[in-house]
């Protein structure tokens, strides 16, 4: 396997941005988002990276991209290294030399800057993650189910399919705690006419892709879209439907009433609740098999769903 790319650098450039997976860099007119191959399990980044991960992410957010243009214009300006290196230079990057291009070719994306819109648009097609552990409280009480002020069938069990999807917003924040909130809650945030918008074209996204999906044999159980504006016209931004912002079930397997295999990093969650850990950082290392487990599940998806190998990559 390859080495995983823990962090960047870019010399002449400061980092504008570290998230838990992306590097961004401030290019005056547009952005550079990186995505690494850090991984993390529990709001902690875990010290061992998965090689290709961030590749994964990067190139398939490509293949949506493409796929969805017609539905909602998005973010992207170039994913070619001539491009994205003429840009650093013009940026005030001093050198560029062949092992930071073999470094962020694959993993890296020019884009447009936007007003990003504070909250995360969610769609959910199953009852699983947190909304199925919210669901379980309330149906214990009886009564209606209103799962974030949404009315849902009584009786769900794990992984079951909801009659229609649903549009369940979170709140962005800082602590890396992101909270459900009301479809009311994020009109007050965004503003009713946004909001509208929002929710239309997050669950126009998530058909679209779900019905995709479904004819390679996989399953979006949920995925979260993040969108922007630009001159009074949202946008399509960050990641879109990958293994870390979406689950991806695989569908001959797929039975209610219990978790399903996915395409993500289960196979690291899994591995740490075995342990002896509390959850806070430092996160511990991970083991060869557990890195190369999830790493194939990662570049699995990549190749189910897109019908290439993941280095052919995606140019623009």
């Not at 539905?71 to 994913?79: D, E, G, K, V």
């Not at 230079?89 to 819109?117: H, N, P, W, Y």
Request: hydrophobic share 40%.
């Amino acid at each position: 396997m390859p080495e995983p790319v823990i962090s960047t650098d870019i010399p002449g450039l400061q980092k504008f941005v570290t998230g838990k997976v992306r590097d961004v860099y401030d290019l005056g007119d547009a952005l550079l988002l990186v995505a690494t191959d850090r991984i993390s399990a529990f709001d902690v980044v875990l010290p061992t990276g998965i090689p290709d991960k961030g590749r994964v992410l990067t190139q398939m957010s490509v293949f949506w991209f493409e796929l969805t243009k017609d539905l909602l214009p998005n973010h992207l300006i170039a994913t070619d290294m001539d491009t994205i290196g003429q840009r650093l230079r013009d940026a005030g990057a001093t050198e560029i030399t062949s092992e930071l291009v073999s470094q962020l070719e694959g993993r890296s994306l020019l884009v447009k800057k936007c007003k990003a819109f504070p909250v995360e648009c969610v769609v959910r097609g199953y009852l699983a993650g947190s909304a199925y552990n919210d669901y379980k409280t309330m149906f214990g009480h009886g009564g209606t189910v209103n799962l974030y002020g949404i009315p849902v069938p009584v009786g769900l069990r794990e992984s079951d399919l909801f009659p229609e999807p649903l549009f369940t917003p979170a709140s962005k924040s800082h602590s890396g705690h992101d909270e459900n909130i009301t479809q009311a809650r994020a009109a007050e945030i965004v503003g009713q006419a946004a909001f509208e918008e929002l929710k239309a074209k997050s669950i126009a996204l998530y058909t679209t892709a779900r019905d995709y999906a479904a004819q390679h044999g996989i399953i979006i159980a949920d995925t979260k879209f993040e969108f922007g504006e630009i001159d009074g016209q949202i946008i399509l931004i960050d990641e879109a439907l990958t293994p870390d912002s979406s689950r991806f079930w695989e569908a001959s397997d797929y039975k209610p009433g219990r978790a399903q295999l996915s395409f993500d990093k289960q196979f690291v969650r899994d591995y740490l609740l075995t342990l002896d850990w509390d959850k806070t950082a430092p996160g511990p290392a991970l083991p060869a098999e557990i890195v190369e487990k999830t790493a194939e599940k990662y570049r699995d998806a990549y190749r189910r769903l897109t019908g290439r190998e993941l280095h052919e990559g995606a140019q623009q």
